[in-house]
């Protein structure tokens, strides 16, 4: 086995996310959320094994010329993996993210039936939300698997690079395209969608004002689209979205938003009793009173709204957090660490 197969191949046995490589520096993998620094020292020619092994020659040509490389590949029998490479006081380094070969199904994860359910939608925005590392891509994967397994539909993803291979299924197809390999950005691919007959357009991530843009448009004229943003919550995810247009647009972008928002499912991972992370988060589905909160610019509202609206298969993450916490999922820290409302989940433990 290469070097670069064994060290993935020991990190999937410790159940970890990521890999950390430096040249001249000890192999360090997270764990749970947590680093744990090996005592295997890896030399500059180890790295350049590595390099040669995983990265085709035009990928180190343009991490060579850059300084900077994203890409991703797929190890046999042992997983897909996603990789940057970067310098850091002039040493290459390397961070490989571990993918599962499998897709997972949304109940294995924690996903709410609430949330797959608006895959049954025909039209709309639904917005995968969190900071890095949090499970959005491993979330977005499910809810796209359901729909290759449950639909009858064209799917088109855009992204930066491909994490998760599909296939297609009896019932639906899937064209994956990749920044840089098949398409110029993802501007470019998502003007392109629109003549490519989809039905569902996922977005990788929508980093710039033309991309939000198109992905409104795209959401507005008939198709279900998914992104990713790196925001905590719903009304950060809003206040993203119509803080990207210049100022004499952001009226027409909020009404824009408080329409083609279909909804919100911001996510984090907790480190549980078990040794392992549990799945909290918020989720936010745009029904009349938030589309009037949107458009009246009472964003800081929508947090009490979520908070009134269970029977509508609504929660806030501290409604999540706390019933992680009765469940016995996780302990109290943890949950005040993933709180951005100390109080409120304060107040939910007081009234139990």
């Known amino acids: 086995m290469n070097i670069a197969n064994q060290i993935i191949s020991n990190a999937i046995k410790m159940g970890a996310s990521d890999i950390h490589l430096e040249e001249n520096s000890n192999i360090a993998v997270r764990v749970n959320s947590d680093i744990k620094i090996s005592s295997q020292l890896l030399t500059s020619s180890d790295m350049d094994e590595i390099f040669d092994q995983i990265l085709e020659e035009k990928e180190k040509e343009k991490f060579y010329s850059t300084g900077d490389l994203d890409t991703s590949i797929s190890l ?23 993918l599962a070969n499998k897709i997972p199904k949304w109940d294995e994860i924690g996903l709410p039936m609430n949330f797959i359910n608006l895959a049954n939608l025909e039209r709309g925005m639904i917005l995968c939300t969190g900071p890095t590392g949090s499970g959005k891509s491993t979330s977005i994967a499910a809810f ?30 899937i064209h994956q395209r990749e920044v840089e390999r098949d398409t110029k950005s993802f501007a470019t691919a998502l003007k392109a969608s629109l003549r490519e007959d989809p039905d569902v357009i996922y977005i990788g991530e ?26 905590s919550s719903s009304a950060k995810t809003v206040e993203r979205i119509v803080d990207v247009f210049p100022s004499d647009q952001q009226e027409q972008a909020r009404l824009q938003a408080s329409t083609s928002i279909a ?25 009349s009173a938030i589309s009037n909160l949107i458009r009246e610019r009472k964003i800081n509202q929508i947090y009490s709204q979520i908070q009134m609206s269970n029977k509508e298969g609504m929660n806030t993450i501290d409604q999540c957090l ?28 007081g009234s139990n």
């Not at 993996?81 to 290459?92: G, L, P, S, V």
Request: aromatic residues 6%; glycine residues 4%.
């Open 206 to 231: 929508m980093r710039d004002l033309e991309t939000i843009q198109l992905a409104i448009t795209a959401a507005e004229t008939g198709h279900l689209v998914l992104g990713t943003l790196h925001t």
């Open 144 to 173: 796209i698997q359901y729909i290759l397994e449950n639909q009858n539909r064209h799917i088109i993803t855009i992204e930066d690079p491909i994490e998760y291979k599909f296939c297609n299924s009896g019932k639906s197809i």
């Open 263 to 287: 909804g919100i499912f911001s996510q984090t991972l907790c480190k549980n009793l078990s040794g392992k992370r549990s799945l909290a988060y918020e989720f936010m589905i745009n029904n």
């Open 322 to 349: 706390f019933q992680l916490i009765n469940e016995q999922k996780i302990n109290l820290e943890e949950a005040l660490s993933k709180t951005q409302n100390p109080k409120a989940l304060n107040s939910l433990i």
């Open 76 to 98: 046999e029998e042992l997983s897909r993996i996603r990789i940057n490479a970067f310098f850091a006081d002039e040493k290459r380094c390397l961070t490989l993210r571990i």
